[in-house]
């Protein structure tokens, strides 16, 4: 249950969503069947080619917005919401979640009962009905997620949206990792992210094929690279460390044949299982599950070499190169009348030049 005067404050739901035909219904139901009812719910999508769009404008109450762009972002998306909505207080999810009934008014207790905190989230849960194997390992970063002060939010969270337009934001060229970089500003400004052991969603990731669970994490290192280039960050260690601990890696496994040396195997072999034992181990102590442990164990260097392909990649081929565009998006009314609005991105890009107005 939640405070009574939780009722009287304004709370607007952003939701981001592409191609998510499947699930945005069920999304959009699961907000509006919220204990505490919400100002209004914007969603903002990012150039679907599905039904998206139409599902969403079906939905009663519904405000909708299409980004008119090329190079479409969850940070881009996000801040055309945030622009647009009158809340106290900012509720975003994606379009693959579904939000728990009794959270906005539990999450609104927490986050004003200290004027420092900036945004609250709770806790994401994995839908386990056909998971598949990728799915099941991506849910253990969810799962054992800290409990209290945080860097990191994730795609689900509730801000004062007071503040977070004060910090400018997200960042709209990022491809990932958005809001880690966002989770650093909202501390260096004196402000926490706190995160509470209480249901917020459920998530359904639907990584089919390990092309896609590939692209993700190669999209995370081009992320990092994309922050080193243009954020001062204090965690410089946690951005160069999948690049570092990958190449390391690779020179380890070029020693036996340089030398010629089946001993420098066997060495290289035993390393490598202990690496992967201290991490599955970590795993378990958060997650008690001893299969699962394993294989994040195993798989988590290999996972590193190919946030490494991102980050060399995002460093020789930058994906943008645009300084103070504006952003350009659709406002869909439900007479299937466009109204073409733009607000500025005030974010320092670097990189290749990318059209960004269509």
């Known amino acids: 249950m939640y405070d009574d005067e939780a009722n009287?404050?304004?709370?607007?739901?952003?939701?981001?969503?592409?191609?998510?035909?499947?699930?945005?219904?069920?999304?959009?139901?699961?907000?509006?069947?919220?204990?505490?009812?919400?100002?209004?719910?914007?969603?903002?999508?990012?150039?679907?080619?599905?039904?998206?769009?139409?599902?969403?404008?079906?939905?009663?109450?519904?405000?909708?917005?299409?980004?008119?762009?090329?190079?479409?972002?969850?940070?881009?998306?996000?801040?055309?919401?945030?622009?647009?909505?009158?809340?106290?207080?900012?509720?975003?999810?994606?379009?693959?979640?579904?939000?728990?009934?009794?959270?906005?008014?539990?999450?609104?207790?927490?986050?004003?009962?200290?004027?420092?905190?900036?945004?609250?989230?709770?806790?994401?849960?994995?839908?386990?009905?056909?998971?598949?194997?990728i799915e099941d390992l991506i849910s253990i970063g969810w799962e054992t997620k800290?409990?209290?002060?945080?860097?990191l939010s994730g795609g689900c969270a509730l801000f004062r949206r007071e503040i977070l337009v004060k910090l400018g934001g997200y960042r709209n060229y990022l491809v990932a990792e958005e809001e880690s970089e966002l989770g650093e500003r909202i501390i260096n400004s004196g402000y926490r992210t706190v995160r509470v052991p209480i249901p917020m969603c459920k998530h359904k990731l639907e990584i089919k094929e390990l092309r896609q669970y590939l692209n993700r994490i190669k999209r995370s290192g081009m992320a990092h690279m994309q922050i080193l280039k243009t954020v001062p960050s204090r965690r410089k260690w946690e951005i160069f460390k999948s690049p570092v601990y990958s190449i390391c890696a690779l020179l380890l496994l070029l020693l036996p044949i340089i030398f010629n040396n089946g001993s420098l195997v066997l060495l290289l072999i035993l390393l490598?299982?202990?690496?992967?034992?201290?991490?599955?181990y970590k795993f378990f102590k958060n997650s008690g599950n001893l299969r699962r442990s394993i294989l994040q164990g195993l798989l988590n260097y290999p996972s590193m070499l190919q946030v490494t392909y991102g980050f060399f990649y995002e460093l020789c081929c930058p994906r943008i190169k645009t300084i103070n565009k504006e952003i350009f998006f659709n406002e869909l009314s439900s007479g299937n009348t466009l109204v073409k609005k733009s607000i500025p991105n005030i974010d320092i890009q670097l990189g290749r030049r990318t059209q960004i107005i269509r």
């Open 8 to 133: 009287f404050v304004k709370v607007s739901v952003v939701v981001i969503g592409l191609n998510e035909e499947s699930r945005l219904r069920s999304c959009l139901e699961s907000i509006v069947k919220s204990e505490l009812k919400p100002e209004e719910i914007i969603y903002v999508d990012s150039g679907s080619t599905d039904r998206s769009v139409e599902i969403a404008k079906s939905v009663p109450g519904v405000r909708v917005f299409a980004l008119d762009t090329n190079t479409p972002s969850p940070g881009m998306g996000r801040n055309v919401g945030l622009s647009r909505c009158r809340g106290d207080y900012v509720q975003f999810v994606d379009g693959d979640m579904l939000l728990s009934p009794d959270w906005l008014g539990k999450g609104i207790n927490i986050i004003r009962s200290s004027d420092k905190i900036c945004c609250v989230c709770g806790l994401v849960m994995e839908e386990k009905e056909n998971i598949n194997f």
């Open 146 to 151: 800290p409990i209290g002060d945080v860097v």
């Open 272 to 280: 490598y299982f202990l690496l992967n034992l201290r991490i599955g």
